[in-house]
């Protein structure tokens, strides 16, 4: 089947790509590059299914021409992590509406199944614990974070519309906590955060005094659940994430403990609307799909840490001046696509070359 993965040079995006490959699938990437990045696209192109792999530069807030037909559309474009969200504003409610209407678009007009990545995040801070699918969420509508929380919530209403009145078989995915190898370092999430500073040997950063919770999924597991979702026909949202609960105190002891590092822990600010608690109710995984979580957490941290250690040490190490070696200044990363697909680091609207020929019609949106 030829499958669509808007967002697919992300890290959750790249990874379910890659299985897609695997089960013998093509898949078609669209993505901006805004917080995607072309590193994780690279083993697929170098592998023994890169045949089976096309990479289109295209923003999905305009309007997706991709030649016909797709068999699935899964739709994981957005600014995901704090940092990326407070970043880009604008661009993530954009990508909640417009992304998720052109995306729709595209499966009404192939009679495509939709997959929609949507989070935890529509609950807010939540009053009921652990959150079901049919908590309707304590979200404030007007703070930093409501970006993200309304576009996903808004993106769910649009779906469930394009589902009810224009018969597009949608299936919704709220995604808890996910880590795994190949997160961005410097995207604010905690795990990456507090591997990378103790491997470096520098204090932990906990917001707070660490006793709110999180729950983490491991990506493979959480790729599992996508999968069993898209083919199911299972209707209404369904929670993904791994039920145990850790406070973020407790995950960064862990994650210290499990690389060797003393580092100390250091406390700072919470905040404004961090949520106090996020633990998933799987019921509804469990039992209409027969998913459960299965990489215990220390062994994922394992897995993730080592990744982690490894681009560390393969990192340019910055001058006294700021610069690195490869002439990057420091805290900004290499140019993510071949720069023959864009323009000063800027993607220009109008038809564009795709990495394998084909047209990508309307790219626009910012790189970074």
């Known amino acids: 089947?030829?499958?669509?993965?808007?967002?697919?040079?992300?890290?959750?995006?790249?990874?379910?790509?890659?299985?897609?490959?695997?089960?013998?699938?093509?898949?078609?990437?669209?993505?901006?590059?805004?917080?995607?990045?072309?590193?994780?696209?690279?083993?697929?192109?170098?592998?023994?299914?890169?045949?089976?792999?096309?990479?289109?530069?295209?923003?999905?807030?305009?309007?997706?021409?991709?030649?016909?037909?797709?068999?699935?559309?899964?739709?994981?474009?957005?600014?995901?992590?704090?940092?990326?969200?407070?970043?880009?504003?604008?661009?993530?409610?954009?990508?909640?509406?417009?992304?998720?209407?052109?995306?729709?678009?595209?499966?009404?007009?192939?009679?495509?199944?939709?997959?929609?990545?949507?989070?935890?995040?529509?609950?807010?801070?939540?009053?009921?614990?652990?959150?079901?699918?049919?908590?309707?969420?304590?979200?404030?509508?007007?703070?930093?974070?409501?970006?993200?929380?309304?576009?996903?919530?808004?993106?769910?209403?649009?779906?469930?519309?394009?589902?009810?009145?224009?018969?597009?078989?949608?299936?919704?995915?709220?995604?808890?906590?996910?880590?795994?190898?190949?997160?961005?370092?410097?995207?604010?999430?905690?795990?990456?955060?507090?591997?990378?500073?103790?491997?470096?040997g520098d204090p932990l950063t906990v917001h707070g005094d660490g006793s709110q919770t999180r729950s983490y999924c491991y990506v493979s597991d959480l790729v599992d659940g996508l999968l069993r979702l898209l083919w199911s026909d299972v209707e209404g949202p369904v929670n993904l994430g791994n039920p145990e609960e850790l406070t973020v105190r407790e995950t960064a002891e862990r994650i210290r403990d499990a690389v060797g590092s003393a580092s100390p822990i250091q406390f700072h600010p919470l905040p404004e609307d961090d949520p106090r608690l996020r633990r998933p109710d799987v019921t509804r995984a469990t039992t209409l799909l027969g998913w459960h979580p299965q990489v215990p957490f220390a062994e994922g941290i394992a897995r993730t840490a080592a990744d982690i250690a490894g681009r560390l040490a393969a990192a340019p190490q910055p001058h006294a001046n700021g610069v690195h070696a490869n002439g990057a200044t420091n805290g900004r990363t290499a140019h993510p696509v071949p720069r023959e697909l864009s323009v000063n680091g800027v993607a220009p609207r109008g038809p564009r070359p795709s990495i394998h020929g084909r047209p990508s019609v309307e790219a626009g949106g910012r790189l970074e």
């Open 1 to 200: 089947m030829r499958i669509l993965v808007a967002g697919g040079a992300g890290f959750v995006g790249s990874h379910l790509c890659a299985r897609l490959l695997e089960h013998g699938h093509d898949v078609v990437v669209v993505d901006n590059f805004l917080t995607g990045r072309w590193r994780n696209l690279e083993p697929m192109r170098r592998g023994p299914h890169r045949a089976h792999l096309e990479v289109q530069l295209q923003d999905v807030c305009e309007p997706v021409r991709v030649r016909p037909p797709v068999a699935a559309v899964l739709h994981l474009a957005s600014p995901a992590s704090p940092v990326d969200y407070l970043r880009h504003p604008l661009e993530t409610l954009d990508a909640g509406a417009a992304g998720t209407r052109n995306l729709l678009a595209l499966a009404h007009r192939d009679g495509a199944r939709f997959l929609l990545a949507s989070t935890s995040e529509v609950y807010g801070d939540p009053e009921v614990h652990p959150q079901p699918e049919s908590y309707w969420g304590h979200v404030n509508p007007v703070g930093p974070r409501s970006v993200y929380d309304e576009a996903k919530r808004y993106a769910e209403a649009m779906a469930s519309a394009w589902a009810r009145h224009a018969g597009v078989r949608v299936r919704i995915a709220r995604i808890f906590n996910t880590y795994g190898p190949g997160m961005r370092l410097d995207d604010g999430r905690v795990i990456p955060s507090f591997a990378s500073q103790a491997l470096r």
